[in-house]
């Protein structure tokens, strides 16, 4: 998959992505990333939205939501895979439960991603976690680490592999893109999950 452009659209109320991209434009990153808010009086143009930035030459779109909101339920049925991040704990894994339902009844392929995991390995809270989520569905590989290179990378407007490419949290990154490109050219049809898939989640 050859990308041109990416696009980044934050529908969450919280902005970290936009205050993200805020910091890299005062670096003057070059890139061809583009971040903007999302305002939910705009999800009802979200097609006409996403065939704007295809004809704009955009080959990547990603929606930032927040956890089990109803913007992610809206989403949802336009996107080709729902990745949902959750830390390793009892309260995020509950709540990635319920939005993965989401994507479950919207028929979309969706995945779930241990996040700010304890970097000691083996971590018996990470495997925990992957037993509890490996219940729902898919788990996203690899899981990523709390590593301070993420936050330090962040505080600068800079993605983790621009701050420190040979770092473990870059490798883990590219381990992951890896993971969703090969999700995502996959055939569309390929869909792991179904309603009654949503109903289990939901029991």
Avoid at 159 to 186: D, F, H, M, N, P
Wanted: glycine share 6%.
């Amino acid at each position: 998959m050859r990308i041109r452009f990416f696009g980044a659209l934050d529908l969450d109320p919280q902005a970290s992505l936009v205050s993200w991209g805020e910091r890299r434009k005062a670096a003057s990153t070059p890139n061809k990333l583009v971040i903007e808010p999302f305002e939910g009086e705009r999800l009802p143009l979200l097609h006409a939205i996403l065939e704007g930035l295809a004809e704009a030459g955009f080959t990547i779109a990603v929606f930032d939501t927040a956890a089990n909101s109803a913007s992610a339920r809206l989403v949802a049925p336009a996107a080709d895979i729902c990745l949902l991040p959750t830390r390793p704990t009892r309260l995020d894994v509950d709540v990635a439960a319920a939005t993965f339902r989401a994507a479950c009844l919207a028929e979309r392929k969706a995945a779930l991603l241990l996040n700010q995991c304890p970097p000691t390995y083996p971590s018996s809270r990470t495997r925990q976690a992957e037993q509890a989520l490996t219940r729902f569905g898919v788990l996203a590989t690899p899981t990523l680490c709390a590593r301070m290179d993420f936050q330090d990378a962040i505080a600068i407007g800079l993605g983790v592999t621009e701050y420190a490419c040979e770092g473990k949290a870059a490798q883990e990154i590219e381990a992951l893109w890896g993971w969703i490109r090969a999700q995502l050219e996959s055939t569309p049809s390929e869909t792991p999950i179904n309603k009654r898939q949503a109903g289990q989640v939901a029991a």
